[in-house]
Nanobody, 121 residues
Framework: QPQLVESGGGLVQPGGSLRLSCAAS????????VVWFRQAPGKEREGVSC??????STYYADSVKGRFTISKAKNTVYLHMNSLKPEDTAVYHC????????????????WGQGTLVTVSS
């Protein structure tokens, strides 16, 4: 069945970098936009970034703009995270949807179990 699996999380010091991966199996990402969202303990989910299937356009939350980059290669979507801050600590999930839009968390189709990112010295 369709499945997304995130990986690449871990413990990193402030200012460090990580690359998260979102691998799709059982279906192709060619026809879906892919969203990365995160949820920190006690906080609401936050849409982080989205990459369009139609033209590869990318979108970012203001909180990560200039520090995170979303990219796609074959059937995997990546989230390159630089200049990490303690407030980036969260479980990061990827999900598919029809298109990137003004509400990255609505109408999610398939999502993975998440990968934990901890930014701490």
């Amino acid at each position: 069945q369709p499945q997304l699996v995130e990986s690449g999380g871990g413990l990193v010091q402030p200012g460090g970098s990580l690359r998260l991966s979102c691998a799709a199996s059982g279906f192709t990402l060619d026809y879906y936009a892919v969203v990365w969202f995160r949820q920190a303990p006690g906080k609401e989910r936050e849409g982080v970034s989205c990459i369009s299937d139609s033209d590869g356009s990318t979108y970012y939350a203001d909180s990560v703009k200039g520090r995170f980059t979303i990219s796609k290669a074959k059937n995997t979507v990546y989230l390159h995270m630089n200049s990490l801050k303690p407030e980036d600590t969260a479980v990061y999930h990827c999900a598919t949807k029809h298109a990137c839009d003004h509400d990255p968390l609505n109408d999610l189709d398939t999502w993975g179990q998440g990968t934990l990112v901890t930014v701490s010295s």
